[in-house]
T-cell receptor, first 114, second 115 residues
């Protein structure tokens, strides 16, 4: 298993541009989520999904959209990039929708918005 | 609402010395507790977790954490650290009563092991 994969690893955008961060898992996990990591702030939940076709907002959803058309894929879309969205983005998945489950993280995407 | 406090942003320690990384949480309900580790330029991976039962939980690489309900703490300890333990450590909580898989993270503690 490749686990959780994310592309690209690095990205530089100009203010106002849009882009999609890709996330895929090959473990047939029900739950998937997106976090952003900023210095001194830990990780904050952006959006999450409890199964194909079901998504919901996390702590910091503004400026981001998600969809989950398949169990495997959970892309994160930036609609109009802003410098405040400069961050490291992590995708994670869990086998079940359960607060006891371990979350498996991808390697991250480092995004810079100029 | 839950919150997690990691008071130490950085902890320098010499190799083979003991270390304690502190974690306190605030919640009006019972929670599950996790420690995740992030090695340089990698994603997070689970170190250990407390769900129920024995308040002392151990990881395979020598770390342990003790759940203390009265002090709302879940400090991480290792009796003798190695250079390879250099990483950032995150404490996190989840809510059994409807929070699903959502984790609330602390701000992280950077452990730097020196020779």
């Amino acid at each position: 298993n490749a686990g959780v994969t994310q592309t690209p690893k690095f990205q530089v955008l100009k203010t106002g541009q849009s882009m999609t961060l890709q996330c895929a898992q090959d473990m047939n996990h029900e739950y998937m989520s997106w976090y952003r990591q900023d210095p001194g702030m830990g990780l904050r939940l952006i959006h999450y999904s409890v199964g194909a076709g079901i998504t919901d907002q996390g702590e910091v959803p503004n400026g981001y959209n998600v969809s989950r058309s398949t169990t495997e894929d959970f892309p994160l879309r930036l609609l109009s990039a802003a410098p405040s969205q400069t961050s490291v983005y992590f995708c994670a998945s869990s086998p079940r929708v359960s607060s006891t489950d371990t979350q498996y993280f991808g390697p991250g995407t480092r995004l810079t918005v100029l | 609402a839950q919150s997690v406090t990691q008071l130490d942003s950085q902890v320098p320690v010499f190799e083979e010395a003991p270390v304690e990384l502190r974690c306190n949480y605030s919640s009006s309900v019972s929670v599950y507790l996790f420690w995740y580790v992030q090695y340089p330029n990698q994603g997070l991976q689970l170190l250990l977790k407390y769900l129920s039962g024995s308040t002392l939980v151990e990881s395979i690489n020598g770390f342990e954490a003790e759940f203390n309900k009265s002090q709302t703490s879940f400090h991480l300890r290792k009796p003798s650290v190695h250079i390879s333990d250099t990483a950032e450590y995150f404490c996190a909580v989840s809510d059994p009563a409807g929070g699903g898989n959502k984790l609330t993270f602390g701000t992280g503690t950077q452990l730097k092991v020196e020779l």
